[in-house]
């Protein structure tokens, strides 16, 4: 049992490169979020899975899409990035449950330098 | 809207000694608050959650939150502190949308030998 990996661990961009993080789980949760670190700001919420085929926006979505075409996958694709895309970048997942007081497993997180 | 704010960047605890990372909240409705903890390179890991209940909330690795509802806060105790307890904590509340994370900026504990 791998509970949610991440791929790559590290990337470099050039500024108008594009590329796609992956996200897996083996843990058939129906939930799957997006989220980017920065120094001093927390987490914050990119785009969020709430089942296969479905997505939804949080709140940084600018410059980033999504897909769920899998249910135990979820991917970040950047189609044109910039310097303020430097980030590191977690995937988490959760089950669903009605009463919606989940909790989540994260990955271990992707490194993306855009120079 | 809602918000979490951890007032504090970091905390500097001696071993031994008891130690608190303060979490205050701002939601619609009823909260739902969670504390996870980031070691350097690694990802968010749960340490407990309030739902309901016990204004006292007991977590993994000896750390407890207590719930005050009228200062709408959710601070992170630990009776004795252990080096190995230095890493980043993260603050969350589960918004009216159940679908959404709010997390706070985080603070660092140091704990000293």
């Known amino acids: 049992n791998a509970g949610v990996t991440q791929t790559p661990k590290f990337r470099v961009l050039k500024t108008g490169q594009s590329m796609t993080l992956l996200c897996a789980q083996d843990m058939n949760h129906e939930y799957m979020y997006w989220y980017r670190q920065d120094p001093g700001m927390g987490l914050r919420l990119i785009h969020y899975s709430v089942g296969e085929g479905t997505t939804a926006k949080g709140e940084v979505p600018d410059g980033y899409n999504v897909s769920r075409l899998k249910k135990q996958n979820f991917l970040l694709g950047l189609e044109s990035a910039a310097p303020s895309q430097t980030s590191v970048y977690f995937c988490?997942?959760?089950?669903?449950?009605?009463?919606?007081?989940?909790?989540?497993?994260f990955g271990p997180g992707t490194r993306l330098t855009v120079l | 809207a809602q918000s979490v704010a951890q007032p504090e960047d970091q905390v500097n605890v001696a071993e031994g000694n008891p130690l608190t990372v303060k979490c205050t909240y701002s939601v619609s409705g009823n909260p739902y608050l969670f504390w996870y903890v980031q070691y350097p390179n690694r990802g968010l890991q749960f340490l407990l959650k309030?739902?309901?209940?016990?204004?006292l909330v007991k977590g993994s690795y000896g750390f407890e939150a207590e719930f005050n509802k009228s200062q709408t806060s959710f601070h992170l105790k630990k009776p004795s502190a252990l080096v190995s307890d230095s890493a980043l904590y993260f603050c969350a509340v589960r918004g009216y949308n159940f679908n959404k994370f709010y997390f706070g900026s985080g603070t660092k504990l140091n704990v000293k030998p």
């Open positions: 309030y739902i309901t209940g016990d204004n």
């Open positions: 988490a997942s959760s089950y669903r449950q009605t009463s919606g007081l989940d909790t989540q497993y």
